[in-house]
């Protein structure tokens, strides 16, 4: 690999780059303070945990499964024309949430606002394909590095800010705090219409082997689950972990080392240009996964755990990338918006599965098995990822 002739900089001086970034950006960050200042506000009105997590479900289950839907629509009718009822209807949505007092009205609220809640994160990044793809396709990489960069950013600090504005004792505020800035960064992206990518036109002939349902996506897809398995194993065995080694507090200082070792992992990799090709990174990145994932279930305490996850954490965005990178290459320009929103939708579903199996073992079987669960999340994507690397060397022949 080479120093790449252009950076973060070169791309954000591209007319309009830096501009729907950034509001892209700011608006990722109420969608990751959304969830977890649901369970502030409905435990707060309510009083009931049950009824908390029922409505953070409604949410996020409603956003897997109706995001990708208006995903399509923003692929046949332009960002600009959906994004306004998106953002209409997922702030009306959110008014109820904060004046309901109600459970059944503070559930069926909160999943109506992830249904409608605007996937910036797929949006900006399928701008950046729009720009990029025809003069600068090499500079893609660094592109999603940037997008892994903000996403990782946002559930760094969005959490924290819930936490904070939560146990000061309003968690309304949190929540007006989210829709605000979900309001303002998807208001700020449909103002933008020179960057966004243009309506989708009928597929050719040609072009139909390029849609979601070929093969090379489906396991893009099953990747993205795969990913999703770890994030959800990790989520809960490390604290089931710290709890039980008598040291609580140490949960959210791995956490944030992790989350640290990530974002420090993701702008490494997005100042070089590597010649590699992705697949073959994706090999290599996944088998680093799986290997240091080894050590999380033989951990003998919460700092050599810790150590461990940090080490680990270090192939996510690389890996994150490099799906974005294969996403690109393989479904067509009209369909990527969708693409890209499945995957986050697939990743969703893994890491809500894996919460539940994860949970369940911690319980039984004690938080390191349930750690173990992690390796087996990283032979799966290696498992995958050498797969698609053999279709496509395959399909060179």
């Given at each position: 690999m080479s120093s790449a002739a252009t950076g973060y900089r070169s791309l954000l001086r591209?007319?309009?780059?830096?501009?729907?970034?950034?509001?892209?950006?700011?608006?990722?960050?109420?969608?990751?303070?959304?969830?977890?200042?649901?369970?502030?506000?409905?435990h707060?009105?309510?009083g009931s945990y049950g009824?908390?997590?029922?409505?953070?479900?409604?949410?996020?289950?409603?956003?897997?499964?109706?995001?990708?839907?208006?995903?399509?629509?923003?692929?046949?009718?332009?960002?600009?024309?959906?994004?306004?009822?998106?953002?209409?209807?997922?702030?009306?949505?959110?008014?109820?949430v904060l004046t309901s007092t109600a459970p059944t009205a503070?559930?069926?609220?909160?999943?109506?606002?992830?249904?409608?809640?605007?996937?910036?994160?797929?949006?900006?990044?399928?701008?950046?394909?729009?720009?990029?793809?025809?003069?600068?396709?090499?500079?893609?990489?660094?592109?999603?590095?940037?997008?892994?960069?903000?996403?990782?950013?946002?559930?760094?600090?969005?959490?924290?800010?819930?936490?904070?504005?939560?146990?000061?004792?309003?968690?309304?505020?949190?929540?007006?705090?989210?829709?605000?800035?979900?309001?303002?960064?998807?208001?700020?992206?449909?103002?933008?219409?020179?960057?966004?990518?243009?309506?989708?036109?009928?597929?050719s002939e040609r072009d139909t082997g390029r849609t979601l349902l070929r093969l090379d996506f489906v396991l893009i897809a099953m990747l993205n689950l795969a990913i999703g398995l770890y994030f959800g194993t990790m989520g809960v065995s490390v604290s089931a972990f710290a709890v039980s080694s008598g040291t609580p507090d140490a949960a959210a200082l791995i956490i944030a080392a992790s989350s640290l070792s990530g974002l420090l992992a993701g702008w490494l990799y997005g100042l070089?240009?590597?010649?590699?090709?992705?697949?073959?990174?994706?090999?290599?990145?996944?088998?680093?996964?799986?290997g240091t994932a080894l050590?999380?279930?033989?951990?003998?305490?919460?700092?050599?755990?810790?150590?461990?996850?940090?080490?680990?954490?270090?192939?996510?965005?690389?890996?994150?990338?490099?799906?974005n990178v294969l996403t690109e290459r393989t479904v067509h320009p009209t369909v990527l918006t969708q693409a890209f929103t499945w995957n986050n939708s697939t990743s969703a579903a893994g890491s809500a599965l894996a919460a539940s199996i994860a949970g369940h073992t911690a319980d039984h079987l004690g938080p390191s098995t349930a750690l173990a669960l992690a390796p087996t999340a990283g032979l799966t994507l290696l498992t995958l990822a050498i797969t698609l690397k053999i279709r496509h060397r395959s399909r060179r022949r």
């Open positions: 591209i007319p309009g780059a830096a501009a729907f970034f950034l509001t892209a950006a700011v608006g990722r960050v109420g969608i990751a303070m959304t969830g977890l200042g649901l369970v502030w506000l409905v707060d009105r309510i009824t908390a997590g029922l409505a953070t479900a409604g949410f996020s289950l409603a956003e897997a499964l109706i995001g990708p839907q208006l995903a399509r629509l923003v692929d046949r009718f332009r960002q600009t024309r959906v994004l306004p009822f998106c953002l209409l209807a997922h702030g009306t949505a959110m008014a109820v503070l559930i069926v609220s909160a999943t109506c606002a992830g249904a409608a809640v605007p996937q910036l994160g797929a949006l900006s990044a399928a701008r950046w394909a729009h720009l990029l793809r025809e003069t600068r396709a090499d500079d893609l990489p660094t592109a999603f590095s940037l997008e892994s960069l903000a996403n990782a950013t946002a559930f760094l600090v969005g959490p924290v800010l819930v936490a904070g504005l939560g146990a000061a004792g309003d968690p309304a505020v949190a929540t007006i705090i989210a829709a605000a800035l979900i309001l303002g960064g998807g208001g700020g992206l449909a103002a933008q219409g020179r960057t966004a990518p243009r309506p989708a036109r009928r597929l070089r240009r590597h010649r590699m090709p992705a697949h073959r990174q994706l090999i290599i990145a996944t088998a680093y996964l799986t050590l999380l279930p033989l951990a003998p305490s919460a700092l050599w755990l810790g150590a461990a996850v940090v080490i680990t954490e270090a192939a996510i965005p690389p890996t994150l990338v490099l799906l």
